[in-house]
């Protein structure tokens, strides 16, 4: 089925990224000042726009605040990127891989990876108008159907129609700073797509995983408009939040998600 099929061999190639990347599904203190991008070569011009990508995730990430994307002065720091760097390296995408003509060299994509001044982008941050997020980051427990066509699923940390979700699950943990945890299948205890409700029964399973809060997924596919349709409940000290928008692929969907309960915590209004 499309979007869940995957063969052996790319799922194994993933998972190899995904632990050499350190995009784990646990509860681990966020790296606020750190982020990466993907780039073609390493020249000048190209890694100055992967700096740019790298500091919008981070500033949006230490703020908490997604409503930080279109500002324009947002745009002029990402010029300024190279400004409030301390450290970066790249991974080779295609290590392994033997090099082949011309794309085994300017042109092979790499992994860029950034760290940044904590002190200069805390004052970058401030001239945006914003303050770091620095009140505790939940680990979020995550229950999230997904639906296409006439099968649902929930997803899970073992399932294995889950593989590329989690994935980019992962990626949008380390993007917006907060930690996460799915369920395992045999927590799920009967939990189908048609039965995700806020409630007692989630509230248990969320503590059971290790989670402080328990946020709620629904993306339904629509051949309509070719986009996932998302869905996010989400309960803090008593007061319920729902949000939904359509998505271009599921990673923009669980963005969305992540974000939105960000803003909220950080205390920057309701998401849209």
Not at 14 to 22: D, E, I, N, Q, T
Not at 211 to 231: T, V
Request: hydrophobic letters at 45%; glycine letters at 10%; charged letters at 25%.
């Amino acid at each position: 089925m499309v979007g869940f099929a995957m063969t052996r061999l790319f799922a194994a190639a993933l998972l190899a990224v995904l632990l050499w990347r350190g995009l784990a599904l646990a509860a681990e203190p966020p790296a606020l000042y750190e982020a990466q991008a993907i780039v073609t070569g390493q020249e000048a011009a190209e890694r100055a726009r992967g700096l740019g990508l790298c500091l919008a995730d981070v500033l949006i990430k230490l703020s908490g605040d997604p409503g930080l994307v279109g500002d324009p002065r947002l745009a002029d720091w990402q010029q300024r990127a190279a400004e409030l760097v301390a450290s970066y390296r790249y991974h080779d995408r295609m290590e392994g891989i033997p090099i082949h003509d011309e794309q085994g060299t300017r042109e092979r994509p790499y992994d860029l990876l950034v760290g940044f001044d904590p002190a200069k982008t805390d004052s970058a941050l401030r001239s945006l108008g914003r303050q770091p997020w620095t009140g505790p980051r939940p680990t979020l427990a995550l229950f999230i159907g997904m639906k296409l066509a006439d099968q649902a699923i929930v997803l899970t940390e073992d399932g294995d129609r889950d593989f590329a979700p989690r994935l980019a699950l992962a990626d949008a943990s380390g993007r917006r700073g907060l930690p996460i945890r799915l369920p395992k299948t045999a927590q799920l205890a009967g939990v189908t797509y048609d039965r995700l409700a806020a409630g007692p029964v989630l509230d248990r399973m969320a503590a059971a995983m290790g989670g402080d809060l328990a946020l709620i997924g629904r993306l339904i596919w629509s051949d309509a408009s070719l986009s996932w349709q998302a869905e996010w409940d989400f309960v803090w000290q008593g007061t319920a939040h729902r949000w939904q928008r359509p998505a271009e692929n599921f990673d923009a969907g669980f963005r969305q998600g992540l974000e939105g309960v960000a803003q909220i915590l950080s205390g920057h209004g309701e998401p849209r």
